[in-house]
């Protein structure tokens, strides 16, 4: 008898340390025809896709699962316009709303879903505080003056603090959260190398995110930062230029004192505003031992090469034509452009992301030791 209620306890045990491992998320979108066909779940990693699909049933339907790794998954249905976020934890969630406004469909259950629907709801108020879809309509108006732009501007950033402040106010709850977690994923790559490391650190030493695969992105990039920082040397490429002829970097930056890889795009608005500005930086200073090579991310070739000819960027230029899949933009963990990278003659790093306010003092530094 003992034994018996032994394995009863211990079943009983197992199946409530298990209901927490899986998801339950119903819906009711209500409709003037009740809508039937299916409903779609997924995410958004093309690396480990996640897609589930299940039927509809008089605008109801029911998903169920587990999540391996809680993040941001979409739900579509068939014949209803948009998409609804939802951040996917192993826990019960529902969903009411309206055909029409699917989108905005109300969501409730979820750790980090609540506190998601905390911040937006808090932040679509700052939205209609600074109207902020009516300022930008009018930024953009044929008519409205500079005056008036920088004005616009400056309450662009006052509502941008407002909303950092609340998105920061949360976190602060709990640091390490999947909620923190989420805003890391999207913003890690502007966090300095150092700040960034105690972030992750952090997060490593939680249990909870082992195996989580924002956090494994983010390690992977904060890693190869650590690998690019001064004094490393810098990882070799070799692309062909306009004419086909390849361009070994290795061979290329031994005939300068300072080289320079520009990472850029004809496509790309911030790198063609400040070419002007790179043109005459490197006419200052090419004959004291600087060098360019421009590594684009572009993806058509004559507009690459247009870009070129317009701008007259007269220094060196290579490209595989793979837009953010080139592989050189891999290696050097490019996520925005425009950026650079600055080697000596030896091909050991200098200096990485420096800002273009700031690339004149540089210059001056390393060309004068």
Not at 142 to 165: D, H
């Amino acid at each position: 008898m003992k034994k018996l209620l032994f394995i009863c306890a211990a079943v009983i045990l197992a199946a409530s340390c298990n209901s927490g491992k899986h998801y339950t998320v119903k819906g009711n979108i209500t409709a003037d025809i009740p809508l039937a066909g299916r409903a779609y779940l997924f995410n958004s990693d093309r690396e480990n896709t996640v897609r589930d699909t299940v039927k509809i049933n008089e605008g109801q339907f029911v998903f169920e699962g587990t999540v391996e790794s809680p993040e941001m998954f979409y739900i579509s249905l068939d014949g209803v316009d948009g998409l609804l976020q939802i951040f996917l934890e192993n826990d019960n969630y529902t969903i009411s709303g309206t055909k029409d406004d699917f989108s905005n469909a109300v969501i409730t259950g979820g750790e980090t879903q609540t506190k998601l629907n905390r911040y937006t709801e808090a932040n679509n108020g700052l939205v209609e505080k600074y109207a902020l879809n009516d300022i930008i309509k009018e930024y953009g108006a044929e008519g409205t003056t500079e005056e008036r732009k920088e004005e616009i501007n400056a309450q662009f950033e006052e509502f941008n603090k407002e909303s950092t402040a609340l998105k920061d106010a949360i976190i602060a709850e709990d640091p390490v959260s999947h909620f923190a977690l989420m805003f890391l994923g999207s913003e890690y790559y502007y966090i300095p190398v150092d700040s960034l490391s105690d972030l992750v650190s952090a997060f490593k030493a939680d249990p909870e995110f082992a195996g989580n695969r924002t956090l494994a992105d983010i390690d992977g990039y904060l890693q190869k930062e650590l690998s690019l920082m001064p004094g490393n040397k810098a990882v070799d490429f070799t692309l062909n230029d306009p004419e086909g002829n390849p361009v070994t970097f290795s061979e290329f930056y031994p005939k300068n004192k300072v080289t320079m890889i520009d990472f850029w795009a004809s496509w790309c608005g911030p790198c063609r505003a400040f070419n002007p500005t790179l043109v005459e930086i490197y006419k200052k200073y090419q004959d004291k031992g600087f060098g360019i090579i421009g590594v684009s991310l572009d993806r058509d070739r004559d507009s690459w090469l247009k870009g070129i000819e317009d701008d007259g960027l007269t220094w060196t230029h290579v490209s595989d034509l793979k837009f953010w899949q080139s592989e050189v933009a891999g290696l050097y963990n490019v996520n925005f452009i425009p950026q650079n990278t600055f080697v000596d003659a030896e091909g050991n790093i200098i200096g990485r992301k420096v800002a273009e306010d700031e690339l004149e003092a540089f210059l001056e530094e390393h060309l004068n030791k």
